[in-house]
């Protein structure tokens, strides 16, 4: 039986694994937002980035890409890939993903999604919500082994638009990081 796995992040454009099939679509009733802190990839300990996690918002969708993923070897390096990648995200759940030409019954039932809960105890890098201007300074400023926090920012924007895909919170960020000086022609 096949796997899939949901990307609503770095994942849209960089999943780092094989995988057999890659399908556009939706989880419903999630929002993605930048509250979760980021001190191995996109930034340090002493000063987190801020990469997406999922919020539970009744109504809301979460546009993103599926990956499915058909052979026991390839599982096995996807989930070690991952358990590695996602480690800060302390949960992972499993929801239904919806598509355009399937917008009422699931396109495919069951899709693993990371995800990094409010939970302190289980998710120290947990950082919430902020006013725009403070999270877009903090992208701006943030910097981490993976490299430039405002990068993944930008190269979400990127790959959410190259998939018909406009998230008004991705927007609004990266419209404010824009603002800053040697962001406005780089992007």
């Not at 993923?69 to 390839?74: C, H, L, M």
């Not at 800060?88 to 699931?106: A, F, G, H, V």
């Not at 998939?163 to 927007?171: A, K, L, R, T």
Request: charged share 25%.
């Amino acid at each position: 039986m096949a796997m899939w796995v949901f990307g609503y992040g770095s994942l849209v454009w960089n999943p780092g694994f094989a995988h057999d099939a890659r399908l556009v679509g939706f989880v419903r009733d999630y929002r993605r937002v930048f509250y979760q802190g980021s001190t191995d990839h996109r930034g340090t300990p002493e000063f987190p980035g801020r990469t997406v996690t999922l919020e539970h918002q009744p109504g809301a969708t979460c546009w993103g890409v599926a990956y499915k993923i058909s052979t026991e070897q390839d599982k096995q390096t996807a989930l070690e890939h991952l358990e590695v990648r996602e480690k800060q995200y302390d949960e992972k759940i499993y929801l239904d993903l919806y598509t355009d030409s399937s917008p009422k019954t699931p396109a495919v039932k069951n899709v693993m999604v990371y995800l990094a809960t409010t939970n302190k105890q289980s998710n120290q890098n947990y950082l919430g919500p902020a006013p725009l201007e403070e999270m877009a300074k903090q992208i701006y400023l943030a910097e981490g082994p993976s490299g430039p926090n405002k990068e993944y920012l930008f190269k979400l924007e990127d790959a959410l638009n190259k998939i018909g895909v406009v998230d008004p919170h991705v927007q609004d960020l990266a419209n404010a990081v824009r603002k800053y000086p040697d962001t406005a022609v780089s992007c």
